[in-house]
């Protein structure tokens, strides 16, 4: 006991990310909102991916520093850019590097399940967080069987059975899947809960009508369109679970000649999104921005006058959040959590997913900024804010920590406190 008194508990977080690269995905969003809100009672550290930097090697810990706050990282294995798809899966790659190491703490946060097989052993209290639907996404139609565990669903599930009995606790941040993997797991129902994503208002917000209005026009007359141009943005990875082929057909439809859509990201649907564009005829409408950094994402929320989303699954995505906090209202189809953000002040929730009710809302919604205004959409994210709900979760960690719920640190985490002294 006098031991534990004389230290900060430790957070280990384990994802597949080098937290200072661009990289495409909501999860990496979440551990940083997580890491920069951590409460400062605990020691954050970070076992991801490195970028084959000389100054930070893999298979070592090294103090930095990450949205404020001191840090350890362990660059697990070199991976220079995680946004590419390869043969092997990055999360096979990352789970089999993991699997030669002890890596324990006194509390471990999963962001995938992978990773927990090398886990089964470690002692500590661990966290698994659900950031998808996964049940929606192994059983997805036939559009979308771009993963290895939409090829293999039994696979997954025999997975899950196997390792979801050590987890202390599963939060998933969709509400309407709840229920069912309670069900799914009787077992460990009882540590099964619903969490909310997180958005860092402190990083997006909106800027004044007259500001917003001089930023429009500025990005039109950078892409040489009419100063009077409306934009449409989509950010995300082009995945068949977004549907941005869905996107662009709704485009086409438009009765509005002012909109033009901007899509931020990369992925495999790229080539038929080129495609897609130029059999639709809508090359002077859409511009490709590729992969974006926080900083320009935020500069083309400032812009927009609607977020679109044609998602066939989701979980609660952070764009969304992100979009609505910057005042910019949302428009979407009934996809996991994300209708659960729209008022009548913050967006329109298309019920059909078809190009004509998807532009119909779309026209609506431009043809009536009004209704929409930057308060509504506000105030839609207040209980998603990034301090208030890692605040909660560190709360409660906090509280079993003190009540001595947790065991004692292992070897792994005192070879990780030596890097610090």
């Known amino acids: 006991m006098e031991e534990r008194e004389k230290r900060k508990p430790a957070v280990t977080i384990f994802y597949q990310f080098n937290p200072w690269q661009s990289s495409i995905g909501g999860i990496q969003t979440i551990i940083r909102s997580f890491i920069k809100y951590a409460s400062p009672e605990f020691d954050i550290r970070l076992v991801g991916i490195g970028v084959c930097d000389p100054k930070m090697p893999a298979g070592q810990w090294h103090e930095a520093e990450l949205a404020g706050r001191k840090i350890l990282f362990f660059p697990l294995l070199d991976l220079p850019d995680d946004n590419v ?29 992978e990773p927990a097989f090398a886990a089964l052993k470690w002692k500590g209290n661990k966290l698994l967080y659900v950031a998808n639907d996964l049940y929606k996404k192994v059983k997805a139609s036939s559009q979308d069987k771009s993963t290895l565990w939409q090829k293999f669903p039994q696979l997954y599930f025999a997975l899950e059975k196997a390792l979801i009995k050590q987890f202390d606790s599963i939060l998933y941040c969709t509400s309407e899947s709840l229920q069912f993997y309670k069900d799914q797991h009787p077992a460990v129902a009882d540590r099964i809960f ?10 997006f917000y909106p800027l004044s009508g007259s500001q917003q209005e001089a930023s429009r026009k500025t990005l039109a007359k950078e892409l040489n369109l009419p100063e009077e141009t409306r934009f449409l943005l989509f950010a995300g990875r ?24 901007l899509i931020a990201g990369e992925g495999e649907l790229m080539p038929a999104i080129r495609q897609e564009i130029a059999r639709l005829n809508l090359a002077g409408r859409v511009t490709l921005l590729g992969s974006v950094n926080q900083s320009r994402l935020l500069e083309l929320y400032h812009i927009a006058s609607a977020f679109v989303l044609t998602s066939l699954y989701e979980g609660m995505p952070i764009v969304a959040l992100e979009a609505l906090a910057c005042g910019v209202p949302l428009i979407t189809t009934r996809a996991g959590d994300t209708a659960n953000l729209i008022t009548p002040e913050s967006g329109i929730v298309c019920e059909q997913r078809h190009p004509d009710a998807i532009a119909e809302a779309i026209d609506h919604l431009l043809e009536h900024p009004e209704l929409y205004p930057q308060e509504g959409c506000t105030r839609a994210v207040d209980p998603y804010r990034g301090k208030t709900v890692v605040s909660e979760i560190c709360a409660d960690m906090l509280r079993q920590w003190e009540n001595g719920q947790i065991d004692a640190q292992t070897d792994g985490a005192k070879r990780a406190a030596a890097v610090v002294g």
Request: aromatic share 6%; charged share 25%; glycine share 0%.
């Open 194 to 203: 619903h969490v909310r994503n997180t958005v860092d208002d402190e990083m």
């Open 238 to 261: 082009l995945h068949p679970q977004k549907d941005p082929l869905l996107l662009l057909q709704s485009l086409a439809a438009l009765k509005s000649s002012t909109a033009h859509l």
């Open 85 to 113: 798809r390869r043969l092997v899966p990055t999360s096979v790659r990352y789970t089999l590097a993991l699997l030669k190491r002890d890596l324990s703490s006194d509390f471990m946060h999963f962001y995938r399940l």
